[in-house]
């Protein structure tokens, strides 16, 4: 898997690439949430156009991720989810935790909604 980062605006959005199985990348992934965390970026967008396949593993990645934002007074949410990892997300119920968007564009622009 390849994590690319961004900043898109009031966003940083994050591109994963590959397959996503969780295990050193989700270390990895989990290391960037802080440091952004600790930059005070608090809106985050994952970009999941160049997902191919997605594991347990890499979902659980995602949750930890949404997590770790909660806690730390920011949002995570998702963008271009390919029609696998959607019914992925649909059959795990992801879906009703996830904000899910069809672009990063209106995955960007929902964070400036939340501030009105």
Sequence with gaps: ???????????????????????????????????????????????????????????????SGYTTMKNGGGSLVLANATEKINSLLVITKLITIFENFDSVEEAVKSFSKEKE
Excluded: R
């Design 1 to 63: 898997m390849k994590i690319k980062t961004h900043e898109h605006y009031n966003a940083v959005v994050i591109e994963l690439k590959g397959n996503v199985m969780g295990g050193p990348d989700a270390e990895k992934f989990s290391d960037l949430l802080h440091k952004l965390l600790d930059e005070g970026k608090k809106n985050v967008v994952v970009d999941l156009a160049g997902v191919k396949f997605m594991n347990s593993s890499g979902l659980g990645m995602l949750i």
